[in-house]
Each structure stands twice: as C-alpha cells, then as structure tokens.
C-alpha cells in the first residue's frame, strides 16, 4: 500500500527574521551582546540553530538586521525630540535616559565595533 500524499500539508515556517531578529534584541536587553551565538538565539526562541539558517546566511546577516532594529528602536526612542524647545536639550536628555534605561542596548549600538557613527 503506498503513503497517500494528497493530504499532506507543506511544514509551516515558525521562525521568520522578525521573530528571529525580535528574540536577538530581546537578548541583547537581557544579557548583552556578547552573548548573541548562534546557540544562545536557538536557546531564546526554543529551537536548534537549523531555523536561524534556514532564513539567514549567516551570523553576520542575524547582526545586520538586529543591528537595524536597534536603530529603529533608538530613533522612536528620540523622534519627537524636536516638537520641544530648546529641541537639543529634549534630544540630549533622551539620549541620556535611554543610556540608563536601555544600557546593553545602548552599548550594543554606540559603544562597540562596529556601531553607530
């Protein structure tokens, strides 16, 4: 008797790069960047690394978009700075309150190689 295969329904895809990219922020908050292995995001979303690879190329590529997410991230952060007056002191004091409320994060973007210029 052979398997009948009219019934069978493609494997659904759990882990795309904004779930993946979402559980590297959420680690870079919680444990910082220098935790961010292939292992330790497989670990967060509760999965082997076999996910992460079959939507990236590679670690430099997970990076890359967590490194735009944390951008985006920093610039809600400060958008309507410049609805107050004086505009640059708003801006200053939101960048100081993110260094201390977000501080791997902050880390993570200013204070590494390869961060924000």
């Known amino acids: 008797m052979q398997p009948q295969t009219d019934n069978v329904m493609p494997k659904a895809v759990f882990f795309n790069k904004e779930k993946i990219t ?3 922020i959420d680690l870079i908050r919680t444990d ?3 935790t961010l292995t292939s292992r330790a995001i497989g670990k ?3 999965c082997s690394v076999s996910p992460l690879f079959g939507e990236y190329k590679n670690m430099e590529e997970i990076h890359a978009d967590a490194r ?3 951008e985006i ?3 809600d952060y400060l958008a309507d ?3 107050y007056d004086p505009a640059f002191k708003e801006f200053g004091i939101r960048l100081l309150r993110i260094s201390k409320e977000e501080p791997k994060l902050f880390h993570y973007l200013f204070l590494e190689k390869g961060g924000s210029s």
């Open 68 to 70: 735009k997410a944390a």
């Open 44 to 46: 967060r979303l509760g």
């Open 73 to 75: 991230i920093f610039t």
């Open 81 to 83: 700075s410049v609805n």
């Open 22 to 24: 979402k559980a590297v």
């Open 32 to 34: 910082g960047s220098e």
